[in-house]
């Protein structure tokens, strides 16, 4: 049975000929990825990559054409609602509702993940991202990186042991982005695994234990940061993609 | 039980989200109230006229009105991605489906409950318990399928339009026997001479119920 050999639990994620087709656009064609239990995986790759698709597959936002998916061991396929338990997603979509104040979007967060002591838990991630003094003010009417800084707070309340960021930095001030990775740090349990999308190189290079460039679907170089250094990683993303002329300007 | 809590919860969302911004109940509110009363300026005072038309006038009524609050019970969701928001919680795209589906069916219940004495008022007839029943079944299966085709229609670029164009052919049926129902309620028949409509309008509850249930994930997933 998947999940249950200690092999599997070394991985936080497998994938294996992952594809995803819109009608006869295929969107991603055969990944194959392996993250360990609290790797830092970037992904780079021009728009339309298919960096968005990958994170939506692994958050189960959207279903596989075809191959396999194990997170923490268990089969996406069996498992959607288990596998949503153990991961927090960050896009650049904050997922709240701006007729609610911070809390109450935060609580009915907390009642779909049946975090316990949902109250201390609300004011715990609230203070992690500086937004205590806006608890109880709609989230419409705060600022697009507040927006997202909330969104952050959301995503970690039932404390994920995967986080699956894409393009979490978009719309965030520089001390906001610090705050995104303090609070993203140990929670008191263990090292998390992160998955980030990002076309910041340096950003990406800086944060990621490995990284991977994604072009038309399909994963064309895989390394580790300790392998390589800034400028092999730009000569890399220059030979494998054609676009790099808009990151790299 | 954690069903239903979860149930409740995306329902008393809905139902707070509303609350706030007042634009959705006061335009379908405003809505049904104007067709209610440009019908009876339309068809004048003839006691007779008014019974044999008020079945059709309520119902073209309620199904427009359902229309607009449907289409925006999945907008609200298709800002900042919050319907992905809910997708990546841990429960069941069923969850989704029901918790919606009571969010619009309440609201439709309200807009009907200040309607329908209007409605009564200004035709001059008597609101029975038959009509209300009548009402409450048919609403029941015209958001049970809405709700379906709403998910459906908000990933379009055209939604206002094409839901409408999917929805309304579908639930055709059970607004026909509605209006039939409702004609005869009107007129004052017994329970007896209503009771093969409200089976055939039960039955359609019951089917799109279940078939809305069994294929809301896959609308949603694709």
């Known amino acids: ?249 | 039980m954690s069903f239903w809590r979860n149930v409740i919860a995306i329902t008393w969302k809905d139902a707070l989200s509303q609350m706030r911004t007042k634009e959705l109940v006061s335009s379908v509110l405003v809505f049904t109230l104007l067709v209610i009363v440009i019908f009876n300026f339309a068809f004048g005072a003839s006691q007779e006229t008014m019974r044999l038309v008020a079945p059709g006038i309520l119902w073209v009524t309620f199904a427009f009105a359902g229309v607009l609050s449907l289409n925006h019970s999945f907008i609200l969701e298709k800002e900042e991605g919050c319907l992905e928001g809910l997708m990546v919680c841990p429960i069941s795209r069923e969850v989704i489906y029901v918790g919606k589906m009571l969010g619009s069916l309440l609201f439709m219940l309200i807009i009907e409950a200040i309607a329908l004495p209007i409605f009564a008022f200004l035709f001059n007839l008597i609101l029975s318990l038959q009509l209300v029943v009548i009402t409450v079944l048919t609403t029941v299966g015209f958001v049970a399928v809405g709700t379906l085709f709403s998910a459906l229609a908000v990933n379009t670029r055209a939604r206002e339009m094409v839901l409408p164009i999917l929805f309304l052919p579908i639930v055709v049926p059970i607004i026909i026997c509605a209006v039939r129902a409702s004609g005869l309620a009107l007129s004052g028949e017994p329970w007896g001479s209503l009771s093969s409509w409200l089976q055939i309008i039960g039955a359609f509850d019951v089917i799109f119920l279940v078939v809305s249930f069994l294929i809301f994930a896959f609308v949603i997933e694709e």
């Open chain 1, 1 to 249: 049975m998947e999940g249950t050999s200690p092999a599997s639990q070394a991985w936080a994620i497998q994938v294996q000929g992952l594809t995803k087709s819109f009608g006869n656009h295929l969107a991603l064609r055969g990944i194959d990825l392996e993250v360990r239990q609290g790797e830092f995986v970037v992904i780079f790759g021009p728009n339309g990559a298919g960096k968005t698709t990958l994170i939506k597959v692994l958050a189960t936002i959207m279903n596989p054409s075809s191959g396999r998916v194990l997170v923490n061991g268990l089969n996406l396929k069996n498992n959607a609602e288990e596998i949503r338990r153990r991961i927090g997603v960050v896009t650049h979509q904050t997922f709240l509702y701006g007729n609610l104040t911070t809390y109450e979007n935060l609580e009915f967060y907390s009642r779909m993940y049946d975090v316990p002591r949902l109250k201390e838990r609300i004011h715990e991630v609230v203070s992690m991202v500086g937004m205590t003094s806006r608890l109880y003010d709609r989230v419409g009417t705060l600022s697009r990186g507040m927006q997202q800084r909330l969104s952050i707070a959301r995503s970690l309340l039932h404390k994920p042991a995967i986080m699956l960021l894409d393009e979490p930095e978009m719309g965030l001030d520089q001390p906001a982005i610090s705050m995104l990775w303090k609070a993203l740090e140990i929670e008191g349990e263990g090292k998390r695994t992160i998955i980030l999308t990002t076309n910041n190189l340096e950003r990406g290079f800086e944060l990621g234990d490995c990284l991977l460039i994604l072009d038309k679907g399909k994963i064309v170089y895989q390394r580790s940061t300790q392998a390589l250094d800034l400028a092999d990683l730009k000569q890399a993303y220059q030979h494998s993609t054609r676009l790099e002329h808009e990151l790299l300007a």
